[in-house]
């Protein structure tokens, strides 16, 4: 679904990424770790289009990003939920019309009212915050609103940069274990985390790979959990 060959990125003159191969098949699990500033982040952006190798191949969804135009590359990233680090949402609306944002801007705004939304937001255990606005919310539902928002779409993978990151323990187990239902619904998934606990807690759920950057490049860091 994504491949990565040999990829590099460079940014203001130094080389954050390097010689990176990966490739993320369909329906896999997995965990990214690493030192804060060793490039987790952008190797989610590299991921989902949001930035372009400087060097290497990058494909997704078995297409060369270097021939993508823009709306070519708006159209890819439907397929990819992204649950970023820094959740942003529009504080004036309430928590369903945040969530429901990536149908409006697709065209698809019949859908935000259907009971598609209400299953979602009781899949994420909001129903009753519906109405609530952004500022309203802790820090576990922001992030389980997030996780809406990356999947109201029904993409085929999601990209979760330290999606527990700001939140307690329960919160964070809570968060885990949406993300691997999905997973078992077929989802790719892929996690950027330092949280070492965090990963140890999936073993008796799922299989995952544990990947690390180190030194500009990807290892692997362990066998299957």
Known sequence: MIELENVAYSYGGGELLSDITLKLAPGSFHFLTGPSGAGKTTLMKLCYGALLPTAGHLRIFGTDVRGLGRDDIALMRRRVGVVHQDVKFL?????TENIALPLNVSGRQA????????????????TNRADALP???SGGERQRAALARAV??????ILAD????????EMSQRLLRLLIELN???KTVLIATHDLGLIRATKA??????LRIANRRIQLAGADL
């Open 111 to 126: 859908e935000a009212g259907g009971t598609d939304l209400e299953e979602l937001m009781s899949w994420v255990g909001l």
């Open 162 to 169: 330290e999606p527990t990151g700001n939140i307690d323990w």
């Open 152 to 157: 109201i779409m029904s993409p085929d993978v």
């Open 184 to 186: 078992r619904m077929g």
């Open 205 to 210: 759920h799922v299989q995952a790979r544990v």
């Open 135 to 137: 500022p309203e919310l």
């Open 91 to 95: 504080d004036h609306l309430p928590l």
